[in-house]
């Protein structure tokens, strides 16, 4: 019973010893294909994955880089508005006059001198918030700030409302007249 098929095919004279030995080449060739399909499939699944795994890890730096060149982006931002209002801000503001405006629908005063607070009425100077303070600027600097973030520039919607819908723009306001 030790005696393999192909060993008792040819005792009984159905196959010759060619015929055998093909056959045994055969199955052996067919074995070894099996095995390297196997393997290969592996070998696809795992450069598959290993794939998958560098196209995840170029997203995410990709995805870092964004955010780093953002953040790059508003520092710069900050810093050529805080170098705007550092160097264009009214160094002689303070006087006796009180000037109220809202931040954030809190109204807020400032003391300015009467200069200041005309500059201020006739939309010459804006107020904006650097820092937890309060700064004038002129306008045009104000607009430029603005371009970058508005969040700096605090909105002086009376002087707009004024120009926009000023319904005694013909009349004259007395210059002893104050707010």
Known sequence: MANSLFDQLQKSGLIDEKKAKKAKQNQYKSNKQKKKKGTAAELDEAKLL?????????????????????????????????????????????????????????VKKIHVSEQVHKGLSSGRLTIV??????ELVPTPVADKIKQRDEQY??????????????????????DDLMW
Not at 129 to 134: D, F, T
Not at 157 to 164: A, L, M, N, R, W
């Open 50 to 106: 290993a794939q998958k795994a560098h196209a995840e890890k170029v997203e995410r730096d990709r995805l870092l880089n964004q955010q780093r060149k953002e953040e790059a982006e508003r520092k710069a931002i900050a810093a050529q508005i805080k170098q705007l209002i550092e160097s264009n801000c009214i160094k002689d503001r303070d006087g006796d006059i009180a000037y109220n405006f809202t931040d954030a629908n809190v």
């Open 129 to 134: 918030k650097l820092n937890e303070r309060y």
């Open 153 to 174: 520039v605090i909105s002086t919607d009376k002087t707009q409302s004024q120009v926009e819908d000023d319904a005694y723009a013909d009349y004259k306001i007395p």
